[in-house]
């Protein structure tokens, strides 16, 4: 994906924290299939170990979001209010990588890029490492 405006994190540890930081925002890019999907993952006010997964389906990236999943324990389902099935391409894509995730591995044709926004408080990042990360210096001091 060639974009001045994506920055691809590769560590596993980096991209696990930033997925996990509270308000993520993050697009997975096969380099097998050249597929893609941006996806948004949110933590419950109600719940610190739960999150909601959404999968961006239309042209406004902050509103065509649709819901995916749930996120809960280190498991991530489906759930009654998921608007794709098992079948679907993108719950394929993020239950492929979420699986990796969890085992601290990602696969050698998946990129992970985030778009320079803060994955905790959605501020815009400014400093190079923070953008290597995807985490402010000061969200990250909080985690």
């Not at 739960?50 to 389906?57: A, E, G, H, T």
């Not at 044709?109 to 990042?125: D, M, T």
Request: aromatic share 14%; glycine share 6%.
């Amino acid at each position: 994906m060639e974009h001045p405006n994506h920055y691809e994190i590769e560590q596993i540890g980096d991209i696990k924290n930033f997925v996990f930081a509270g308000s993520a925002i993050f697009t997975l890019e096969s380099t097998l299939s050249g597929s893609w999907y941006t996806f948004k993952v949110e933590q419950s006010d109600k719940n610190d170990k739960m999150f909601f997964v959404s999968v961006l389906r239309g042209s406004d990236n902050t509103s065509s979001y649709t819901y995916l999943g749930l996120v809960i324990n280190d498991e991530f389902r489906l759930t009654k209010n998921s608007k794709y099935g098992e079948e679907a391409s993108c719950y394929k894509a993020f239950n492929f990588f979420f699986k990796d995730l969890m085992r601290m591995h990602i696969h050698s044709k998946l990129k992970f890029y985030h778009l320079g926004i803060c994955s905790k408080c959605g501020r815009p990042l400014t400093t190079p490492e923070s953008v290597k990360i995807g985490i402010g210096p000061i969200c990250l001091s909080k985690m």
